[in-house]
């Protein structure tokens, strides 16, 4: 597994992927700290990255986007081109001079970052990652951070519902083709990799972050020949024993009766379409008969949890599932409702009260208490300050200082590690497919005090 290149989509112009009201008020805040005589280290904000609720059907959700979090921190700059479109806009006109001239130049987060680990599985309400540092600093984070964190949890929380399904299959991440850009597809590759996956189609995920790309042939390789024994042919010839044939360009069984003339010296077939179950186990027949019991059967064609869940439970013989649009774009529920928020500014509690969506204030951390088999038991959400209590696990730990790495980065194949090995702990009520409504946040009584003190305040 190749270390992730840090120049890979952290373009230093990068800095300038985010909602544009991030720099309206990031040169507001300037405007006022010059007017005013404040230093930077006399505007210190803290927020919080967190998740409101559960996507549809979910029970648990996996932390995926660190990395590119991370990697952006360390490199996002203001470069000349982007600081002369920014002083070009109208609405900066009354910005002094200063902020373009100097402030910008030299501008690089001077952040501090606290995070739970990649792979680890959290909850609705739970700081996933807090940030703090100037004001400034930490506003025009959000967009970006939301971005990558957003997508890549919600892929690897879809990915690990089928790893659940499936843990004795092979599965690979099939969905560039219909992911909502190129980079996207990227990203689903490694955040389905995180939860498990054994490879990607997507060959950049390969080049770049070392997840092994691999395909078998389009129905338009086939068509090319007037006969379907001569695709077959050609695509042993030249790749032999890692040969996947697609049988299913006219008749699945037809083609798979074909396939046998290889013997064991293939790697497998691939249906992609009709009745994957009952295809499935009359190739498997097919192959059997033939003496290509080794020879593996792969199937694609728009699956997703619940479809697998089918195959498994009638017994379908297929080895590997190649899972593509319903993954890469979680389709089921393609969005995920993770939110920034202010809990702190000068060592000041902040609370956000509009209508149900309270945020808890003040610097908090999550401690997660196991039982006596070592099975997930409950999270307690308390301010940072609180002891933990005996016998937890805190999750929230530093990783960044001063803007500088403190705690390195681990590799993808130990991320993936670290996954496999820790949702085991959770229990299997939820890793159900439908929502059973079993997690319930518990919060600290300090935490509960602040909370009903600062709604008093501010209501």
Not at 353 to 372: A, C, M
Request: aromatic residues 12%; charged residues 25%; contains cysteine.
């Amino acid at each position: 597994m190749n270390d992730m290149n840090s120049g890979f989509v952290n373009d230093l112009n990068m800095i300038l992927a985010t909602d544009f009201y991030q720099l309206t008020m990031g040169a507001a805040y300037y405007q006022y700290n010059l007017e005013n005589n404040i230093t930077e280290e006399n505007d210190i904000a803290t927020f919080e990255l967190f998740i409101r609720k559960f996507p549809e059907n979910r029970n648990y959700l996996i932390f995926a986007g660190l990395e590119q979090a991370i990697q952006y921190l360390l490199n996002a700059r203001f470069t000349e081109r982007t600081i002369k479109f920014l002083r070009e806009k109208e609405v900066f006109k009354k910005i002094d001079p200063s902020f373009f001239d100097e402030y910008l130049p030299n501008f690089k987060f001077n952040l501090d970052v606290w995070t739970m680990r990649e792979g680890n599985f959290f909850f609705p309400n739970e700081p996933i990652l807090r940030v703090q540092g100037p004001m400034f600093h930490a506003q025009i984070v959000e967009t970006y951070l939301l971005n990558v964190i957003n997508f890549q949890s919600l892929i690897a929380s879809k990915a690990s519902r089928i790893k659940n399904i499936a843990p004795n299959k092979v599965l690979l991440e099939f969905g560039t083709r219909r992911s909502h850009s190129p980079l996207a597809g990227v990203y689903a590759a490694r955040a389905s990799y995180i939860a498990g996956f054994n490879g990607s189609s997507n060959v950049v995920a390969d080049l770049e972050l070392g997840i092994n790309s691999s395909g078998t042939m389009a129905h338009s390789f086939v068509q090319k020949f007037d006969d379907e024994l001569d695709s077959f042919d050609l695509y042993y010839k030249i790749y032999g024993k890692n040969s996947i044939f697609l049988i299913d360009t006219y008749d699945t069984e037809k083609g798979a009766q074909k396939s046998c003339k290889y013997g064991n010296t293939i790697w497998g077939v691939r249906i992609d379409s009709g009745d994957l179950i009952d295809h499935a186990k009359k190739v498997r027949k097919i192959l059997d008969d033939n003496g290509c019991e080794k020879v593996l059967i792969v199937a694609s064609s728009d699956l997703n949890e619940y479809k697998i869940k089918e195959i498994i439970d009638k017994n379908a013989p297929i080895d590997v599932f190649g899972v593509g649009t319903e993954l890469a774009t979680s389709r089921d529920d393609p969005t995920i409702a993770g939110v920034y928020k202010l809990i702190e500014y000068n060592g000041e509690p902040k609370i956000k009260i509009s209508e149900e969506k309270v945020t808890y204030p003040g610097i908090k951390q999550v401690h997660r208490i196991y039982d006596r088999n070592g099975m997930f038991k409950e999270d307690i959400l308390s301010l940072a300050y609180e002891p933990a209590p005996s016998n937890s696990e805190t999750l929230l730990i530093p990783i960044m200082k001063d803007g500088e790495l403190i705690t390195k980065l681990p590799k993808l194949d130990d991320i993936q590690k670290f996954y496999l090995d820790n949702i085991k702990k959770l229990p299997k009520t939820y890793k159900k497919l439908e929502e059973v409504d079993i997690f319930e946040l518990k919060i600290s009584e300090k935490l509960r005090h602040l909370t009903d003190s600062l709604k008093l305040k501010y209501t």
